[in-house]
């Protein structure tokens, strides 16, 4: 049997993305880990379908919510993101070594609910005459962790409890929008996601305070200096504390938020 972590990198490197989301599902999450093994960095991370274009930020004018094809291009970008959350997860348990066996087990459960987000979306997509790829995405998600493919506090402080964060902020009003729009079924998958990402979130806070207490950091501070260092985007509201209290941010992390 593959180790998890062998399993994890075969993920990153699928480049169809329906075999990537199915793969993922299939992770063993009760697999040896190895944890102590240090991979050396194959070509082809991540894998990636031709399809869609990439760019490092999107600028079109995007179409109107009340058209099927606007739509359709809304739901595009989530089932990109979540494609990219598959990638991210898998990416943290095969690239990482010396953490607790729990730590691998977790994000590869996280990486098996992502794929099951991304196939909710895509078969979505389908139902309205769309697919994934029919439409541009963009790279940033994947070159945050680019940046930090070094040092596991930064990933987890810039892509679980940064970008993913964010999708929790996000995640009411875009529900509200297509739901307005007459489309119940999207707002039943991202109610799903919502639910997913809180949890998905949890987990890079316990982890990112794990290491902080390994490293003797203050975790507001090496926050704001990883995210700096790094170039995270600057978080901008409304937020959805709720959600992001459910998720284990604490009450100085959400105040300085304001």
Not at 160 to 173: H, I, Q
């Amino acid at each position: 049997m593959p180790s998890l972590r062998h399993q994890a990198l075969a993920v990153v490197l699928e480049p169809n993305a329906d075999a990537k989301a199915a793969l993922a599902r299939t992770l063993d999450v009760h697999a040896p880990i190895d944890s102590s093994i240090t991979f050396p960095t194959p070509e082809g991370i991540p894998g990636r379908p031709a399809r869609p274009e990439l760019f490092p930020k999107l600028q079109y004018k995007k179409k109107p919510l009340t058209s099927v094809e606007g739509r359709a291009e809304l739901l595009h970008s989530l089932a990109h993101i979540e494609l990219n959350a598959i990638d991210l997860a898998a990416d943290v348990v095969w690239r990482f070594a010396g953490m607790p066996e729990d730590f691998y087990r977790q994000w590869a459960q996280v990486a098996r609910e992502e794929a099951l987000h991304f196939q909710l979306l895509r078969d979505h997509l389908r139902s309205m005459g769309h697919d994934y790829g029919d439409f541009p995405a963009h790279t940033g998600l994947w070159d945050m962790a680019e940046k930090t493919r070094h040092d596991v506090l930064a990933r987890l402080a810039l892509v679980p409890r940064t970008l993913e964060a964010r999708g929790l902020d996000a995640s009411p009003v875009v529900k509200n929008k297509l739901v307005g729009a007459g489309d119940h079924r999207a707002g039943e998958i991202l109610d799903i996601i919502l639910r997913d990402e809180i949890g998905h979130v949890a987990v890079g806070n316990h982890w990112y305070r794990y290491l902080c207490a390994q490293r003797g950091l203050d975790p507001v501070q090496t926050y704001a200096q990883l995210a700096s260092e790094h170039g995270a985007p600057r978080l901008q509201g409304p937020f959805n504390l709720a959600a992001r209290q459910a998720a284990g941010f604490t009450s100085e992390e959400l105040a300085a938020l304001a």
